[in-house]
């Protein structure tokens, strides 16, 4: 089936941000004063909100403290962590392949800020590839539908004719909650066995075969 809109997630779909994500988190969590976190138990919130990440890898964490670790994140990931963070390969050659089908709409569901959308946009010049965008701190974070439902209806685009990509259970836990058809990809942060709980229509598990599938091959 050819979907007229296509909903990317960012980190882990699009982007190979994790190791960032995690190095970052890891640094702010000691600053804060909350202590270790684990690799694992940080690529497990990766597609949240940051308040809701944070509220989940540190249960009972205090406001401000829970502000504090917030503030630091936000400072490693802008300015002082210098781990690698690109596109996945071949990412831009097949977004450009999707973009000259006629009829294709392209839109991003993050759980990225807007400021941070918009930086990563501006800094790849990736923002003109989408027609639309939504971010967790401009709607509900996932796995809440809104940001979803939202992108459809500024598209006026029945659900029936989108499809949400990703590589988390948030992702594919929010279109299931409006009967969008859901695509995971198992190169990014949640496991097959993971996401395969959600139903999706179908795995990939290369950036390759995600798009050759979304071209009908």
Request: glycine share 6%; with cysteine.
């Given at each position: 089936?050819?979907?007229?809109?296509?909903?990317?997630?960012?980190?882990?779909?699009?982007?190979?941000?994790?190791?960032?994500?995690?190095?970052?988190?890891?640094?702010?969590?000691?600053?804060?004063?909350?202590?270790?976190?684990?690799?694992?138990?940080?690529?497990?919130?990766?597609?949240?909100?940051?308040?809701?990440?944070?509220?989940?890898?540190?249960?009972?964490?205090?406001?401000?403290?829970?502000?504090?670790?917030?503030?630091?994140?936000?400072?490693?990931?802008?300015?002082?962590?210098?781990?690698?963070?690109?596109f996945f390969a071949d990412v831009e050659?097949?977004?450009?392949?999707?973009?000259?089908?006629?009829?294709?709409?392209?839109?991003?569901?993050?759980?990225?800020?807007?400021?941070?959308?918009?930086?990563?946009?501006?800094?790849?010049?990736?923002?003109?590839?989408?027609?639309?965008?939504?971010?967790?701190?401009?709607?509900?974070?996932?796995?809440?539908?809104?940001?979803?439902?939202?992108?459809?209806?500024?598209?006026?685009?029945?659900?029936?004719?989108?499809?949400?990509?990703?590589?988390?259970?948030?992702?594919?836990?929010?279109?299931?909650?409006?009967?969008?058809?859901?695509?995971?990809?198992?190169?990014?942060?949640?496991?097959?066995?993971?996401?395969?709980?959600?139903?999706?229509?179908?795995?990939?598990h290369s950036v390759d075969e995600l798009?050759?599938?979304?071209?009908?091959?």
């Amino acid at each position: 089936m050819q979907y007229e809109l296509i909903i990317f997630d960012w980190d882990g779909t699009l982007m190979d941000s994790v190791p960032r994500i995690v190095s970052c988190m890891q640094a702010a969590a000691l600053e804060a004063e909350w202590g270790a976190l684990s690799a694992p138990d940080v690529e497990d919130i990766i597609g949240l909100g940051l308040p809701e990440a944070i509220a989940k890898l540190c249960p009972g964490i205090l406001p401000a403290q829970a502000e504090r670790l917030r503030e630091r994140y936000s400072h490693h990931f802008v300015h002082a962590d210098a781990t690698p963070m690109m596109f996945f390969a071949d990412v831009e050659a097949h977004i450009a392949r999707l973009r000259e089908r006629e009829g294709q709409r392209l839109a991003v569901a993050t759980g990225k800020s807007r400021r941070g959308l918009d930086r990563i946009f501006a800094e790849t010049g990736s923002g003109a590839w989408f027609e639309s965008s939504r971010t967790a701190d401009e709607t509900r974070s996932k796995p809440h539908p809104q940001m979803l439902a939202e992108l459809l209806s500024e598209l006026s685009v029945p659900v029936e004719r989108a499809v949400m990509v990703g590589d988390t259970e948030y992702d594919l836990e929010m279109a299931r909650a409006i009967g969008m058809d859901r695509i995971g990809v198992t190169y990014g942060v949640h496991t097959p066995e993971r996401l395969s709980l959600s139903h999706p229509k179908w795995l990939a598990h290369s950036v390759d075969e995600l798009f050759e599938r979304l071209h009908g091959k």
